[in-house]
């Protein structure tokens, strides 16, 4: 503690009186301090950390505190803080334990006048204590700092003898060589189990080593690079050895070698990984495809690499020394000076495409600049090509409909944004719609469905001007945009179009067009295109609730026509059917309304196969299961097409349940019994019966015996039992229809 500084004394006290006659007696002799008491231990270890005291002067008991236990705290937060024991009374036994337990003096409160000596004595002592052991402290860090380094020094120290023995190595040495000292003293390099490799790769000569001139002439060694290969296990390290000689005065030859050697073979590694790179660098630039070229900053030709010299512009002897504003055209030039020099300026990759006319043609280039020394830059230039004509194809099938050709709904909505702020008004928007699409996918199928979509689609376009845009915005959905065009003109187009479906239908009447058209025009700009989209699909969907049914009865129509086409390869299967289907009915009481339908039922039951595959139909091996499924989806082909006829509406029931059987493992529903509607029940038994007698691409004719013994077979199985007894019996009397005309007053059959 400096001269005059005040000291902070903190007294363990419970008497306050007690601890002012203690610093009282400490004034007396001339100390100066700040005092703080305390009672408890919460406030001690307060006291410690906050009031910082210079020493301690503690009663040895408190009511709930004591001087030993103050001690040991004491201690514990600050091992060179002098503490005074101040007590009433102690004994030789007491005094000895608070000394024992690091009491520096003890007084007794009758002899105070010893406290400020104590006091004074006990800090000397403690600071006296503290230097000692701090500068113990330094010198143990001190060795250790210098063993450290001595241990951690990555240069191997050898020394040697005048003989070239070895006396000593320290532990980076034994590191290095993998050897310990006890392996290596007393011998020489040369006897070491170690091979010792050049630089170039070849081994010294056995019994030569590189630092022999050291100590054979006296001679220092400086930077020689040796390798040093264990012959036990193979490793290999490389070392930089130097050499010094160690003279007794007066003497020519030295009688010690000092020599140090450090590990480079990471270096070593380094410098053939960077030979490797160089290389495979020269190796890449000769195989990629890329140009590369080497730039100053004025944009001068340094060097040239192309493997393929035709995408050049012009040949690589004409181009080196000179400038690209020399030699390419002003704009490519110019983009590449600016690339340069920002590349300079930033530090940064720049890039940037062109199109060049060159030996192949003219092609797409990606050019990136990269700064590459001072002045210098390199650029990498790729042919891009064939990139940017698949880019360009993308974006063709991101804004136009796959399967039409047409433009796509994202197209049709940005141009009505575009139009909408023009000077193109009045603006006309056309929406159509293909009626009737879901009924052919649902019963020809989806590729016959695409083919009326691409018809529709060129008719559309054939019927519409150059400046239209006309794009397929939904599955049977059309729209165009008619920009300069009034409400006449819009119709007069609309006219065209009606007429050229009108004349589609003529020279196509296996599956005829019907378009519903809807059409509204904006006159003056400002008019919400969206609305007027809106207002054209309303009058489109009128349009299509006023000729809706008349186009699915034309499409059912054609669907009917290719069924009768059908029917003339199995030659009047459907004739035949009808006629022995009215006998039987008229014969089991059917009602004039059920045998109405049973005579429809008769003639369009096999409705559903116009969407049967012909391979599958006219197959004539027996079916896989595979394509069993195709032909038992028949029976719900039909109904989803009579039902879209008014016509055949009535037996579309029927038509779906004309192959379930008596026993219910018929199809699609699994009915059994008496659920399945009675005309089905006939026609299953007739439909059966004239399968069996008449030829088949599949199967030869039965004769009628073998057809009846067949049919009485499945009697209650696959056939209604009572059907089969009526329909055997008109076999067996063959009576004429007329003969059994139906009663109209009858309930009907179940």
């Known amino acids: 503690m400096t001269e005059g500084a005040a000291l902070r004394v ?308 004409q181009l080196l020394g000179k400038t690209v504003k020399e030699v390419l055209p002003t704009e490519v030039a110019s983009g590449i000076m600016d690339c340069l020099d920002s590349a300079l300026l930033t530090g940064r990759l720049q890039s940037m495409e062109y199109e060049l006319a060159t030996v192949a043609g003219v092609l797409d280039f990606e050019a990136r600049f990269c700064a590459s020394g001072p002045g210098e830059v390199v650029a990498c230039i790729r042919d891009v090509t064939e990139r940017k004509r698949y880019e360009q194809q993308l974006k063709h099938l991101s804004l136009h409909d796959q399967l039409t050709g047409l433009y796509n709904r994202t197209y049709f909505e940005e141009a009505m944004e575009r139009l909408s702020k023009s000077r193109e008004y009045p603006i006309t928007i056309i929406s159509l719609d293909l009626d009737g699409l879901k009924l052919i996918n649902d019963t020809v199928g989806h590729s016959k469905g695409d083919e009326t979509l691409v018809n529709c689609a060129r008719l559309l376009r054939q019927s519409l001007r150059s400046a239209d845009v006309l794009a397929r915005i939904g599955g049977d959905e059309f729209a165009a945009i008619l920009p300069k065009t009034d409400a006449a003109a819009a119709e007069a187009i609309c006219q065209r179009i009606r007429e050229r479906v009108q004349e589609y239908n003529i020279l196509n009447r296996d599956l005829p067009l019907s378009v519903s058209v809807g059409v509204a025009t904006a006159r003056k700009k400002g008019e919400s295109l969206v609305r007027l989209l809106k207002q054209a699909d309303d009058l489109m969907y009128r349009d299509k609730l006023y000729r809706g049914a008349s186009a699915r009865s034309k499409i059912v129509e054609s669907l009917l026509a290719a069924l009768a086409e059908r029917d003339f390869v199995t030659e009047g299967h459907t004739r035949r059917v009808a006629k022995l289907c009215q006998k039987v009915g008229e014969k089991a009481g059917l009602t004039s309304r059920q045998l109405a339908n049973l005579s429809l039922l008769s003639q369009v039951h096999d409705l559903g196969k116009v969407g049967i595959p012909d391979k599958v139909l006219f197959k004539p091996e027996p079916l896989n299961e595979e394509e069993w499924q195709v032909m038992r989806l028949h029976p719900e082909k039909g109904y989803r097409v009579a039902l879209s006829s008014p016509e055949l509406a009535e037996v579309a029931d029927l038509i779906l349940k004309h192959h379930e059987h008596w026993d219910g493992k018929g199809y699609p529903l699994g009915l059994k019994g008496r659920s399945i509607p009675v005309e089905c029940r006939i026609m299953a038994i007739v439909d059966a019966y004239d399968a069996m007698t008449n030829d088949r691409v599949y199967n030869k004719a039965r004769s009628r015996e073998e057809a009846i013994a067949e049919i009485r077979r499945c009697a209650g199985s696959q056939f209604d039992p009572e059907m089969v007894d009526i329909f055997l019996a008109v076999l067996e009397q063959g009576c004429p229809g007329d003969q059994l005309a139906p009663n109209p007053d009858k309930k009907p059959v179940n």
Request: glycine share 6%.
């Open 10 to 317: 903190l007294f363990v006290e419970d008497f306050a009186y007690d601890a002012e006659l203690a610093a009282l007696e400490l004034r007396r002799e001339g100390l100066v301090f700040e005092a703080r008491r305390v009672e408890t231990e919460e406030e001690f270890l307060q006291a410690l950390a906050e009031f910082d005291p210079s020493v301690v002067i503690s009663d040895y008991s408190l009511p709930s505190f004591d001087g030993m236990q103050a001690l040991r705290l004491s201690r514990e937060k600050a091992p060179f803080l002098p503490f005074i024991i101040l007590t009433g009374s102690m004994n030789e036994e007491t005094a000895v334990e608070c000394m024992k337990a690091g009491a520096d003096d003890y007084v007794i409160k009758e002899h105070l006048t010893r406290l400020p000596f104590a006091v004074r004595g006990a800090m000397e002592r403690k600071k006296a204590e503290k230097a000692r052991q701090e500068a113990e402290i330094t010198l143990r860090e001190s060795e250790a700092k210098h063993r450290t380094l001595f241990e951690t020094m990555k240069q191997g120290v050898i020394y040697q003898d005048g003989e070239g023995r070895i006396v000593s190595a320290n532990p980076a040495a034994e590191r290095i060589l993998d050897l310990s000292l006890a392996q290596m003293r007393g011998l020489k390099f040369t006897e070491l189990d170690l091979r010792l490799i050049r630089e170039d790769g070849t081994d010294f000569p056995p019994g030569l080593h590189p630092l022999q001139e050291a100590w054979e002439k006296g001679i220092e060694v400086q930077d020689l690079v040796v390798g040093i290969s264990s012959r036990s296990d193979g490793r290999l390290i490389w070392a930089n050895f130097n050499a010094v000689p160690l003279f007794r005065p007066g003497e020519p030859v030295p009688y010690q070698v000092y020599s140090t050697f450090e590990d480079i073979t990471g270096r070593k590694q380094a410098e053939e990984a960077l030979r490797r790179s160089e290389a495979l660098k020269s190796s890449i630039i000769e195989a990629i495809p890329d140009v590369i070229i080497r730039y100053d900053r004025k944009g001068t030709y340094l060097d040239i690499f192309a493997r393929e010299k035709e995408k050049l512009y012009f040949p690589s002897h």
